[in-house]
């Protein structure tokens, strides 16, 4: 019986291990670059302002957005084409991608949804993700990544009503890649990274239990996974604890756990792609989740700047490693 249970406890323990995948220790390296709060700030007040709102079927706004965000990556070096794809009658849409690095290779991808939930302003969601995947362009400009085929896409309709369907633009995306024969190394999705909390208790967890394993405070950012064996959370958290001072916790979760496949990742998930989510946690944290209150002034920019160094940290990682494997110096 002792054996049993021993053996019971093992198994509990190792599955804990693999679905926290705790880091010991990092010790954050200094960037050669900062990345200013200012800058990121302004996307997100284009976007959930003067764009405002920016729900599928206000043409005027989405164009006004899509217009936005294309003329910034080709500002910043992106080569830049539009995915256009209808989800009714006269309701054409268009995912915005951004082609940054080599011509061939691996092909790694960072995307975030445009859109925001019917009238709402949507600053946190998912302005804020937007405005990540922006300032990453300005920085590839300045310090270029050219071993790996690199994609910064914006989504068009991640909400309701066009959530998990195939009207989503990232299914779209995808759809689009399963043709070419194309299997991403790398996706990762942001979606929702810009509201961070001091306040105790201000942090909530789907299952009973995860708030004995994770943080009760909400100022960290979290990466979240499926249970695939090849799930890149480890190697993208513990890149991104490197970048910056901000807290970085993961989990691996089957999807049936409210939230975790509540974005773009799910059509990569549907596709068998490697994918993950980087998040603030949502409606988990954030109170203002699909309401009005979703404004600018919500959000901490200082710790979204710290995402942008984080991300950037990882598609660097990447790059350095398509080197090393290619025999270059």
């Known amino acids: 019986m ?27 390296t200094s960037s050669a670059f900062s990345v200013a709060p200012a800058n990121v700030k ?14 599928w ?47 061939e290779g691996p092909l790694v991808i960072v995307g975030a ?19 990540v995947l922006l300032e990453l362009g300005t920085i590839l400009k300045r310090f270029p990544l050219n071993n790996i085929r690199l994609e910064l896409v914006a ?22 890649l399963k043709e070419s024969r194309e299997n991403p190394a790398l996706v990762l999705i942001l979606e929702m990274v810009g509201f961070f909390t001091d306040e105790p208790n201000s942090q909530a967890y789907p299952i009973p239990g995860l708030e004995l394993l994770y943080p009760s405070v909400g100022n960290f950012v979290a990466v979240i996974g499926n249970l ?9 958290k513990v890149r991104m604890l490197e970048a910056s001072s901000l807290p970085v916790y993961s989990l691996n979760a089957p999807r049936f756990i409210p939230g975790v496949d509540f ?43 710290e995402v942008v160094a984080g991300v950037y940290a990882v598609l660097k990682a990447e790059n350095e490693a398509r080197q090393s494997s290619d025999g270059r110096n």
């Open 263 to 305: 974005s773009d990742h799910q059509s990569f998930w549907d596709a068998g792609m490697n994918a993950v989510m980087i998040t603030d946690t949502a409606f988990f944290r954030n109170p203002n989740y699909h309401e009005l209150t979703d404004t600018t002034d919500t959000l901490d920019y200082s710790r979204m700047s």
């Open 113 to 131: 949804h445009y859109d925001s939930y019917e009238g709402t302003p949507g600053a946190d969601d998912n302005a804020s993700g937007v405005a």
């Open 228 to 236: 695939s064996p090849f799930s890149p959370t480890y190697s993208v």
């Open 42 to 55: 302004a996307h997100v007040m284009l976007l959930s302002e003067k764009y405002a709102p920016r729900t």
């Open 57 to 103: 079927n206000e043409v005027g706004g989405t164009r006004q957005v899509v217009s936005y965000i294309q003329h910034h990556f080709e500002a910043h070096g992106g080569d830049v084409y539009l995915q256009r794809f209808d989800v009714g009658e006269r309701e054409e849409q268009a995912n915005v991608i951004a082609r940054y690095g080599a011509d």
């Open 155 to 176: 989504f068009a309709s991640e909400e309701p009503p066009h959530f998990q369907t195939e009207r989503m633009g990232s299914a779209q995306y995808v759809s689009a």
């Open 2 to 28: 002792r054996k049993l249970v021993f053996v019971l406890f093992l198994l509990a323990a190792s599955l804990l291990l693999y679905l926290v995948r705790p880091v010991m220790w990092v010790t954050p």
